[in-house]
Nanobody, 119 residues
């Protein structure tokens, strides 16, 4: 059973930085896609950034709101996704969920981490 365990996040003032980490366990396969989703209070969950493995190359995708401020990367194990968030804004407040996908196998979610940005 694949499990995604998240860490990081917390409380920061606007303009500050936070880091989120997501580690997958329970599989010997490299997750094809790992991503971070943001769910603001009272709103739906939406993609922030993802990293896709194609062959031996990783490609990254960002929403317009994340470009230039957030960076997603894989850790040394390949099944860790790190989201570095800089210049945080009040609107970045919410719960951040890690999502992982193994093609033809399944989609997996972490339990969520709270990020609170004070203005």
């Amino acid at each position: 059973q694949v499990q995604l365990v998240e860490s990081g996040g917390g409380l920061v003032q606007a303009g500050g930085s936070l880091r989120l980490s997501c580690a997958a366990s329970g599989t010997s396969s490299t997750l094809n896609i790992m991503g971070w989703y943001h769910q603001p209070p009272g709103e739906q969950r939406r993609l922030v950034a993802q990293i896709r493995r194609e062959g031996s190359t990783d490609y990254t995708d960002y929403t317009d709101a994340a470009k230039g401020r957030f960076t997603i990367s894989r850790g040394h194990t390949g099944n860790t996704a790190i989201l570095q968030m800089n210049n945080l804004e009040f609107e970045d407040t919410g719960v951040y969920f890690c999502k992982g996908m193994i093609f033809r196998t399944g989609v997996y979610w972490g339990q969520g981490r709270q990020v609170t940005v004070s203005s």
